[in-house]
């Protein structure tokens, strides 16, 4: 992996009105090739974002950004890997947006996979500390009552997202 050139960033964060225009906009000093913005199974924005970049200068300058506020959210940004940028936009030109469905659904068909959880829902918390355990997001969350497994996102190398 570490043969690759990185030119990808995700966004994260995004008010869900924000387009490849603003995206641009927004990371208005870097030379974008390609922005695809994340959509739910109802075609919905996610507020997440992927966005190819002319070079790892650019690149550079994109993380430069992280943490600044796009209208009245601040916006985290990672570098991921080509191999990333390409399993989570899947093919998608420029004007195509990606849909991440929810666990349990046929992705190909976009409907529910018969091997699924059933009805089940989730829920996304972002903004935790590198360090927080499954267990304490759980104990976080114990007078919901309806907390099933918890995932920690992590990046290609492993490192937390501050997603779980």
């Given at each position: 992996?570490?043969?690759?050139?990185?030119?990808?960033?995700?966004?994260?964060?995004?008010?869900?009105?924000?387009?490849?225009?603003?995206?641009?906009?927004?990371?208005?000093d870097?030379?974008?090739?390609?922005?695809?913005i994340?959509?739910?199974?109802?075609g919905?924005?996610?507020g997440?974002?992927?966005?190819?970049?002319?070079?790892e200068?650019?690149?550079e300058k994109?993380?430069a950004?992280?943490?600044?506020?796009?209208?009245?959210?601040?916006?985290?940004?990672?570098?991921?890997?080509?191999?990333?940028?390409?399993?989570?936009?899947?093919?998608?030109?420029?004007?195509?947006?990606?849909?991440?469905?929810?666990?349990?659904?046929?992705?190909?068909?976009?409907?529910?996979?018969?091997?699924?959880?059933?009805?089940n829902?989730?829920?996304?918390?972002?903004?935790l500390?590198?360090?927080?355990?499954?267990?304490?997001?759980?104990?976080?969350?114990?007078?919901?009552?309806?907390?099933?497994?918890?995932?920690?996102?992590?990046?290609?190398?492993?490192?937390?997202?501050?997603d779980?």
């Amino acid at each position: 992996m570490d043969t690759e050139e990185n030119t990808f960033i995700r966004l994260k964060g995004l008010v869900w009105s924000a387009t490849e225009e603003d995206i641009k906009t927004f990371l208005h000093d870097c030379g974008v090739k390609e922005v695809v913005i994340s959509t739910n199974d109802r075609g919905r924005p996610t507020g997440d974002a992927f966005v190819h970049l002319d070079n790892e200068a650019d690149a550079e300058k994109a993380m430069a950004h992280n943490r600044e506020y796009f209208r009245e959210r601040f916006v985290l940004i990672e570098e991921i890997y080509e191999s990333q940028y390409i399993r989570e936009t899947s093919g998608k030109s420029n004007k195509d947006e990606k849909s991440i469905t929810k666990p349990g659904m046929d992705a190909e068909k976009g409907e529910q996979d018969k091997k699924g959880p059933g009805n089940n829902f989730y829920i996304i918390l972002r903004g935790l500390p590198e360090k927080a355990t499954e267990n304490e997001i759980g104990s976080f969350l114990v007078d919901c009552k309806i907390v099933g497994n918890i995932y920690r996102i992590t990046n290609e190398a492993g490192r937390s997202s501050g997603d779980a």
